[in-house]
């Protein structure tokens, strides 16, 4: 079975400095994994996603996120936040296939001026 | 370009009452998905669809009918409305089982 854990249900950053959201998924296989923005009353965006190529992928909006296999992690990142980058982000993952995706329960961001 | 258009994007109902949250695609893509969203809970999977004709049950499919026949459309129907089907509902589409555009969402209330 498969399930995601965003460690964070909060985080609080000032304007400038740098984002990290955490997340850990649990798969059987070899999944694949996405980070997803929402901004309030609006639907989901995709922000980045990795699919068994580069281990550290690049993302919109200045965000990038690294597979690391031995920790089972995608953690998202950022180096300088921006007020516009407060909003809810969620971790899913998924198997490579035509399978159902798994959403983690959400990390709030904060972007303090 | 509209990608993905959910009406009504707010409703009240009374609980027993049925009702058809709608979903159009104008992207033709052929997956389809439509999600439940409450507090803490991220977005769970009601519903999903891999082709016109062809639907299967997500992870909380109790209450909820679908059907897929045109690539564009994907309703999904309250059969009789419970205060616990109270949540957001979003649309979803994608190439596959990764869901790409989202629509902006309907609100739904079930007094």
């Known amino acids: 079975a498969q399930s995601v854990t965003q460690l964070d249900s909060h985080v609080s950053v000032s304007e400038g400095t740098p984002v990290l959201l955490r997340c850990n998924y649990s798969?059987?296989?070899?999944?694949?994994l996405f980070w997803y923005v929402q901004h309030p009353n609006k639907g989901l965006q995709l922000l980045l996603k990795y699919t068994s190529a580069a281990t550290l992928v690049k993302g919109i909006n200045g965000f990038e996120a690294e597979f690391k296999k031995s920790e089972t992690s995608f953690h998202l990142t950022k180096p300088s936040a921006h007020m516009s980058d407060a909003a809810e982000y969620f971790c899913?993952?998924?198997?490579?296939?035509?399978?159902?995706?798994?959403f983690g329960p959400g990390t709030s961001l904060s972007v303090i001026p | 370009n509209a990608g993905v258009t959910q009406t009504p994007k707010f409703q009240v109902l009374k609980t027993g009452q049925s009702m058809t949250l709608q979903c159009a695609q104008d992207?033709?893509?052929?997956?389809m998905s439509w999600y439940r969203q409450d507090p803490g809970m991220g977005l769970r999977l009601i519903h999903y669809s891999v082709g016109a004709g062809i639907t299967d049950q997500g992870e909380v499919p109790n209450g909820y009918n679908v059907s897929r026949s045109t690539t564009e459309d994907f309703p999904l129907r309250l059969l009789s409305a419970a205060p616990s089907q109270t949540s957001v509902y979003f649309c979803a589409i994608g190439r596959s089982n990764q869901p790409q555009h989202f629509g902006d969402g309907t609100r739904l209330s079930i007094l």
């Open positions: 992207m033709n893509h052929e997956y």
């Open positions: 899913v993952v998924t198997k490579t296939s035509y399978d159902k995706v798994i």
């Open positions: 798969s059987s296989y070899s999944p694949s």
